[in-house]
């Protein structure tokens, strides 16, 4: 919306509010903008959605998927294979049952793909996790630890349910170590944030102390020491 003649504290008090009358943006709406723009990535993570009779949707309904950031993470992440493959395990394991679509499913099934790869096998898979209901998961998961880790570490646990040694059981090693690895990521990363927003705030600073340095010699007409 263009206003024309406005004085300058009225234009200040229309932007300072205009955030109270607008939606905020969703991972949905985004998405549907980078499709309308023609955006590789958003085409074929539709396309690839679309090819298992799915739809990306804003919100939870039978057939559609409305975890738009999630999936959009696990490809950035894990790559193409993964997420088609995500999406065929969990399809062919739960047949689009409520909440099997949910962003921790997804996750947590693209992480043990990557983890385990060929050490995960699919019809095990199908097999054990299909016997078991997903508000037994989705409780047994709350009850490890928060998030698609939890969901990760349920998945394991029933996966290698009544089997004793053989190929068939996954190693929670291997995914605790992967845990510890992400948590050491995070930590650096966060730290790293934390160094720069401490640089940048004694950059400031510094430059705030020059000004009033230069104001103070300028009244004096002595030279800035650098």
């Known amino acids: 919306m263009i206003y024309d003649d406005l004085e300058y504290t009225h234009e200040a008090d229309i932007f300072a509010n205009q955030s109270k009358y607008v939606r905020p943006l969703t991972p949905y709406d985004i998405f549907t903008a980078n499709i309308e723009a023609g955006n590789q990535e958003q085409l074929i993570i539709k396309e690839l959605v679309e090819s298992y009779g799915l739809s990306i949707t804003p919100g939870d309904v039978p057939g559609g998927i409305c975890a738009v950031a999630t999936i959009q993470d696990i490809m950035k992440k894990f790559g193409y294979g993964n997420l088609d493959h995500t999406l065929r395990l969990c399809i062919a394991t739960w047949e689009g049952a409520p909440h099997s679509l949910s962003s921790n499913i997804l996750k947590s099934i693209a992480i043990l793909i990557h983890v385990y790869g060929d050490e995960l096998s699919d019809e095990t898979f199908k097999e054990k996790l299909g016997s078991v209901s997903l508000k ?5 998961a709350k009850e490890r630890r928060s998030g698609s880790m939890g969901y990760a570490e349920a998945l394991v646990t029933f996966y290698a349910k009544g089997t004793r040694g053989g ?27 934390k160094k720069i927003a401490a640089e940048a705030q004694e950059s400031a600073a510094n430059e705030t102390d020059h000004g009033e340095a230069e104001k103070e010699n ?4 002595l030279p800035i020491e650098a």
């Open 136 to 140: 037994e998961i989705m409780r047994n």
């Open 167 to 193: 190929k068939n059981n996954l190693s929670l090693e291997k995914l605790y170590s992967y845990m510890t690895e992400q948590a050491r990521k995070h930590k650096s990363s966060t730290s790293r944030i």
């Open 218 to 221: 300028d009244q004096l007409n």
